[in-house]
Nanobody, 124 residues
């Protein structure tokens, strides 16, 4: 298990940008697939993006492709989510998550460690 702490959320106008960060504890960070999920009020938590342990491979949900970029710095035990061209429908609490075994899943249940979440609000 790793402990995860997100930061970087806030209020932004539509079309604006934010960069979320997720700092992880532990010495085995590079062995984890890392993901970002989001949960809007009254809705289920859904997958946004994920990145392999090496950082070479990434995958995204269709609604953010071309606008969001996930990256990681294993030397800093940190994963990032750069969000450009933000839309009001991107408003949600964003969660960072870690998956010890496997790659390619979009299911929250496959990720064993979670941060506390950071609020992103996009105004129209």
């Amino acid at each position: 298990q790793v402990q995860l702490v997100e930061s970087g959320g806030g209020l932004v106008q539509a079309g604006g940008s934010l960069r979320l960060s997720c700092a992880a504890s532990g010495r085995t960070f590079s062995s984890y697939t890392m993901g970002w999920f989001r949960q809007a009020p009254g809705k289920e938590r859904v997958f946004v993006a994920a990145i392999s342990g090496s950082g070479i491979s990434t995958y995204y949900t269709d609604s953010v492709k071309g606008r969001f970029t996930i990256s990681r710095d294993n030397a800093k035990n940190t994963v990032y989510l750069r969000m450009n061209s933000l839309k009001p429908e991107d408003t949600a609490v964003y969660y960072c998550a870690a998956q010890k075994v496997g790659y390619g899943s979009r299911a929250p249940a496959e990720f064993g460690s979670w941060g506390q979440g950071t609020q992103v609000t996009v105004s129209s």
